[in-house]
């Protein structure tokens, strides 16, 4: 497992990694207001970096609609 840099985005830290010959991702609330996602890993697997913190993204912006 490879860990590389931290990306935020509206509040919440996305960590990704690297499993095996695929992305993943962890997300964490930065604050105490916001949501947390009821997975903290997200298992979607893709093959790159970028696809996976794309969805990441549409992910917490899905939880920050539904709780507005």
């Known amino acids: 497992m490879t860990t590389t840099e931290t990306s935020r985005y509206r509040g919440y830290d996305i960590v990704p990694r690297r ?3 695929q ?7 930065t604050r ?17 970096k970028e696809d996976t913190l794309a969805d990441a993204r549409k992910r917490i912006d899905r939880i920050l609609t539904h709780t507005d």
């Open 19 to 21: 499993q095996w010959s």
């Open 23 to 29: 992305w993943c991702v962890s997300v964490y609330p």
């Open 32 to 48: 105490s207001d916001l949501p947390i996602l009821s997975r903290s890993t997200l298992r979607s697997l893709t093959s790159r």
